[in-house]
């Protein structure tokens, strides 16, 4: 089959790095601080539930955009200490405003834009900014630019707000535009530039007693990765070679993403890993099926790590071995966390650099997202 459009995958390097036992004991001091100001926070059976989360993690470590998870001087802190709330009254150090979580995302987002082309002599043909986790116009990815005088030069597009599957429309996005771009181009090709930056630790919330954010808080990370898409092959990663998007029927609620007054909002119905077990195979093997391919042809599966149980009812339910062929899904949770929609290209880049994942072995990308959306690509590996 013939190559949609080939993409190279660089992770970013920004923030600062935590060890997941410290990470959670942060967690667990800072709702004991909160409680001691509000009688009303029950601290313990919270810290109990931090313990048993993170203990079924598999996680090891993590990155934050921010330093607050690394110390206690709360009279330094960046997003945890005490704020205004936006008529001027001041708001508790737990309790940050939206206002400062975007300050924060906007802040970090321009540092790892300019990175990301730092190195670049032209300007790619197109440049995207994909992210859920902050709001920022212009976007990082158009200060960038412009600081390289190349606004006039560069296409620019967005992705926002689809969750930990972005990565994959974006990509199919971008291939679709450099194959226009390159057949409009002497020699014949375009090259896109994808910068994406997912900033999920600040949407966290030290005195939440929720499990469904305790659960957020114990798995969910900072990532950016930049993504350059080719028309043509040239020192290319891997070939894309499709992609799918399925909405799962009746699960509209299962899972939401939502702007709130104070931060954005995730529900996650204890019911996604069931919903992903008894409709992530029909979708992958309808799609895979468009190239008379099944689900034993694939070598190696790219299974976004939303946590272990996500990854293994996926590997479950395609009748793979997910100790086997999704390898990368489950070293990148354990090193990484899920780093939302960086998490999957984070992956990417581990089969690329892998040996012992040839030349033409063929990988195909899972991910689930906000609807319940099941997101899958095709991509061979380039020599």
Same mark, same amino acid.
């Given at each position: 089959?013939?190559?949609?459009?080939?993409?190279?995958?660089?992770?970013?390097?920004?923030?600062?790095?935590?060890?997941?036992?410290?990470?959670? !004991?942060?967690?667990?001091?800072?709702?004991? /601080?909160?409680?001691? !100001?509000?009688?009303?926070?029950?601290?313990?059976?919270?810290?109990?539930?931090?313990?048993? $989360?993170?203990?079924?993690?598999?996680?090891?470590?993590?990155?934050?955009?921010?330093?607050?998870?690394?110390?206690?001087?709360?009279?330094?802190?960046?997003?945890? +200490?005490?704020? +205004?709330?936006?008529?001027?009254?001041?708001?508790?150090?737990?309790?940050?405003?939206?206002?400062?979580?975007?300050?924060?995302?906007?802040?970090?987002?321009?540092?790892?834009?300019? =990175?990301?082309?730092?190195?670049?002599?032209?300007?790619?043909?197109?440049?995207?900014?994909?992210?859920?986790? *902050?709001?920022?116009?212009?976007?990082?990815?158009?200060?960038?630019?412009?600081?390289?005088?190349?606004?006039?030069?560069?296409?620019?597009?967005?992705?926002?707000?689809? *969750?930990?599957?972005?990565?994959?429309?974006?990509?199919?996005?971008?291939?679709?535009?450099?194959?226009?771009?390159?057949? /409009?181009?002497?020699?014949?090709?375009?090259?896109? &530039?994808?910068?994406?930056?997912?900033?999920?630790?600040?949407?966290?919330?030290?005195?939440?007693?929720?499990?469904?954010?305790?659960?957020?808080?114990?798995?969910?990370? =900072?990532?950016? $990765?930049?993504? =350059?898409?080719?028309?043509?092959?040239?020192?290319?990663?891997?070939?894309?070679? =499709?992609?799918?998007?399925?909405?799962?029927?009746?699960?509209?609620?299962?899972?939401?993403?939502?702007?709130?007054?104070? *931060?954005?909002?995730?529900?996650?119905?204890?019911? &996604?890993?069931?919903?992903?077990?008894?409709?992530?195979?029909? &979708?992958?093997?309808?799609?895979?099926?468009?190239?008379?391919?099944?689900?034993?042809?694939?070598?190696?599966?790219?299974?976004?790590?939303?946590?272990?149980?996500?990854?293994?009812?996926?590997?479950?339910?395609?009748?793979?071995?997910?100790?086997?062929?999704?390898?990368?899904?489950? +070293?990148?949770?354990?090193?990484?966390?899920?780093?939302?929609?960086?998490?999957?290209?984070?992956?990417?880049?581990?089969?690329?650099?892998?040996?012992?994942?040839?030349?033409? +072995?063929?990988?195909?990308?899972?991910?689930?997202?906000?609807?319940?959306?099941?997101?899958?690509?095709?991509?061979?590996? !380039?020599?």
């Amino acid at each position: 089959m013939s190559p949609r459009a080939y993409l190279s995958v660089r992770p970013l390097d920004f923030g600062y790095d935590l060890d997941q036992p410290s990470g959670v !004991e942060w967690m667990k001091g800072a709702l004991r /601080r909160a409680a001691a !100001e509000d009688d009303t926070i029950d601290a313990d059976r919270a810290a109990r539930y931090y313990d048993v $989360v993170a203990r079924r993690s598999s996680i090891e470590s993590r990155r934050s955009a921010i330093d607050d998870y690394l110390h206690d001087d709360w009279d330094r802190m960046r997003l945890h +200490a005490p704020g +205004a709330r936006g008529d001027g009254a001041p708001a508790a150090w737990h309790h940050a405003t939206l206002d400062r979580r975007m300050e924060l995302f906007a802040e970090t987002a321009e540092a790892v834009a300019r =990175d990301a082309f730092a190195a670049d002599d032209a300007p790619p043909d197109v440049a995207m900014q994909v992210s859920c986790t *902050g709001y920022d116009s212009p976007s990082a990815v158009q200060r960038a630019l412009a600081e390289r005088g190349w606004v006039d030069e560069v296409r620019v597009l967005s992705v926002g707000h689809m *969750g930990c599957y972005a990565a994959l429309p974006a990509v199919a996005t971008a291939a679709d535009v450099v194959a226009a771009q390159a057949s /409009r181009k002497p020699g014949g090709n375009a090259r896109a &530039v994808l910068v994406d930056v997912e900033f999920c630790t600040l949407h966290h919330y030290p005195a939440t007693t929720d499990p469904e954010q305790v659960v957020q808080q114990c798995l969910f990370a =900072d990532g950016a $990765v930049r993504i =350059d898409v080719t028309a043509g092959p040239y020192g290319a990663s891997f070939a894309l070679l =499709d992609h799918a998007e399925a909405l799962v029927p009746d699960t509209l609620g299962e899972m939401t993403w939502r702007p709130a007054s104070d *931060g954005f909002r995730m529900t996650l119905s204890r019911a &996604v890993p069931d919903h992903i077990r008894k409709n992530v195979a029909g &979708v992958v093997e309808r799609f895979l099926a468009r190239h008379g391919l099944a689900i034993a042809d694939v070598d190696v599966w790219a299974i976004h790590p939303g946590g272990p149980r996500v990854i293994e009812s996926t590997a479950q339910a395609l009748g793979v071995d997910d100790a086997v062929k999704a390898t990368h899904s489950h +070293a990148v949770l354990r090193e990484r966390g899920n780093m939302s929609s960086t998490t999957l290209p984070h992956i990417w880049d581990r089969i690329a650099r892998d040996e012992s994942v040839p030349a033409g +072995a063929l990988v195909c990308s899972v991910a689930f997202g906000p609807g319940l959306t099941v997101v899958t690509n095709l991509m061979r590996k !380039e020599g």
